[in-house]
């Protein structure tokens, strides 16, 4: 076995620990709490308000009232952009104190979480601080004696539920639509990260959010999370996380009161490198598309399909650039490979590996978990991975990159889209017309070509296929958190 990384004080302390309802932090009327812990170490960060039904009935009277009585829906786009503005002016006056705190929870590299988490979610947020003044319906010409008009109309109270990899960029993707159209919230962080979610909505209280339109509830998936999606007194439901609870998620919404639903689920996406690829670049894309975030990236190239002219030479510069990756305690500079989030994830991930050596696939370098103390995994590489094989077909969420050859066109496209997911693709290719044919054939969400894990606030994302329904970001965004009236009135027939 290997050495346990070591691992200084964590530079942050927590200040936010309780369920954020009405504007207030409180405890959980059960009065439990559970562990967050700090996957460096397995060691407690601290014991967090645990919300379960009770709690969510709460929040979802006082997120009601500010809907029906309150003033949210009812300010000028104008105001509430202003608030939101605000809002993303005090996250980025505590951009430092964000990030150390999302590397504590969640053990990514720090510099990555305040320049890649922090930076995008300020974005998210003053992307969709914009739009608020911009949100408006269209006058209708029919085809009777009537004229109508289209109001979009924010839909209620809105359940979001969100997971552990990107924690504060997930909260902004949520609220920031939801909020500019004018609903009221409750949110659900990750058991395994509600750090940043309470620190932000502290914040967002400051910007002048009035009480009750942002309800933060850290509890877990089958209490509190499934309490939001069976509630009859929420109007919609958005969930990100896994294909299996995405699937629950929609059932309970539909049982319940049919409330709407968007998911961003899983993926297996396929990253395909052609022989006529720029080498150099085909192999940091490739690194930086299983790689990036320990691998707990739902669009992570999870399948590498690389021609056979270049697969050879690929493997060997693939390989010798994983092993230069620079693991250690995140929170120090230049580490590029942190902890998985938690014991649970450790485990599953290394149950892939292990089924990816029982059925064949050649395990070129990693394979085993650093030491015994916090949750390090090796980045791992697996050859001559075929179609069929559990690490080709399932979502390992981990730093487990699968290498597949393949022959010709025609048969890379059947392959990539031989999935139940469609979250993302990426072709690397000189030839602009192979890239272009190709975009249209694979069955995704998004397309990257000569480059990969390129999102933007304004670009939409999400999944064809099993990895979700609707997009998230850029104007499509708001869909998922408008409804549309039509109002009709009689043209009356006049003389002029
Ligand atoms: P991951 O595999 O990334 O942990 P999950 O889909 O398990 O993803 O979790 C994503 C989010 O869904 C988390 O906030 C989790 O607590 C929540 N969750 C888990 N199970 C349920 C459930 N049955 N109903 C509602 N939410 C759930």
């Known amino acids: 076995a290997t050495a346990d990384i070591q691992v200084g004080p964590a530079p942050v302390s927590v200040k936010y620990t309780k369920l954020f309802i009405d504007g207030q932090f409180v405890d959980a009327v059960s009065g439990k709490t559970f562990e967050t812990l700090d996957p460096r170490n397995g060691e407690l960060i601290a014991n967090v308000a645990e919300a379960d039904k009770e709690d969510v009935d709460i929040a979802v009277q006082v997120a009601r009232k500010a809907f029906d009585e309150g003033p949210w829906p009812r300010l000028s786009g104008y105001e509430r952009g202003r608030i939101l503005f605000k809002f993303a002016d ?8 964000l990030a150390a705190l999302e590397t504590l929870d969640n053990g990514k590299p720090v510099q990555l979480a305040r320049f890649v988490d922090v930076a995008e979610s300020i974005k998210l947020v003053r992307v969709y601080a914009g739009y608020a003044d911009k949100i ?4 209708v010409r029919m085809s009777s004696s009537y004229q109508g008009h289209t109001l979009l109309e924010p839909i209620g109270v809105v359940g979001q539920i969100i997971p552990w990899n990107f924690p504060l960029v997930m909260v902004a993707m ?11 919230v409750i949110l659900k962080p990750a058991e395994q990260t509600p750090l940043t979610a309470l620190y932000a909505a502290q914040l967002a209280k400051e910007a002048g959010l009035p009480p009750g339109v942002l309800n933060v509830l850290p509890g877990f998936g089958p209490t509190a999370g499934a309490a939001i999606a069976n509630h009859n007194g929420i109007d919609k439901v958005a969930f990100t996380g896994s294909t299996e609870v995405g699937r629950e998620v929609m059932i309970a919404a539909a049982k319940s009161n049919l409330k709407p639903v968007s998911l961003e689920l899983g993926g297996k996406s396929p990253l395909i490198i052609l022989d006529d690829a720029d080498l150099d670049l085909a192999v940091t894309l490739s690194h930086l598309a299983l790689f990036f975030n320990q691998g707990q990236v739902c669009c992570a190239g999870s399948r590498i399909f690389v021609q056979e002219g270049l697969y050879n030479t690929f493997l060997e510069r693939i390989t010798e650039l994983a092993k230069k ?5 995140p929170f120090q500079g230049g580490v590029d490979h942190g902890p998985l989030i938690d014991q649970i994830q450790l485990e599953r991930v290394v149950s892939y590996i292990e089924s990816g050596k029982k059925e064949g696939a050649n395990l070129v370098i990693g394979g085993s978990q650093i030491g015994s103390k916090g949750y390090y995994l090796e980045p791992t590489i697996f050859a001559d991975v075929q179609d069929n094989m559990k690490i080709a077909e399932e979502e390992i969420f981990g730093p487990v990159m699968s290498i597949l050859k393949f022959k010709s066109l025609e048969e890379i496209v059947q392959r990539a889209n031989n999935t139940r997911y469609g979250l993302a693709a990426g072709i690397v290719t000189k030839n602009i017309d192979v890239a272009s044919r190709l975009s249209r054939s694979i069955r995704a969400g998004t397309i990257w070509i000569n480059c990969y894990h390129v999102l933007d606030p304004s670009l ?3 999944g064809y296929k099993m990895s979700g329904i609707g997009r998230e970001n850029g104007e ?7 409804q549309v009236k039509a109002v009709v009135s009689p043209l009356v027939d006049s003389p002029w």
């Open 460 to 462: 939409p994302f999400g």
């Open 90 to 97: 005090l996250l980025e006056q505590h951009a430092d104190e």
């Open 136 to 139: 408006s319906g269209r006058t």
């Open 174 to 184: 949520k609220v920031g639509p939801a909020l500019a159209c004018g609903n009221t």
């Open 476 to 482: 499509y965004a708001l869909q998922n958190y408008l």
């Open 325 to 329: 990756r620079v693991i250690g305690d």
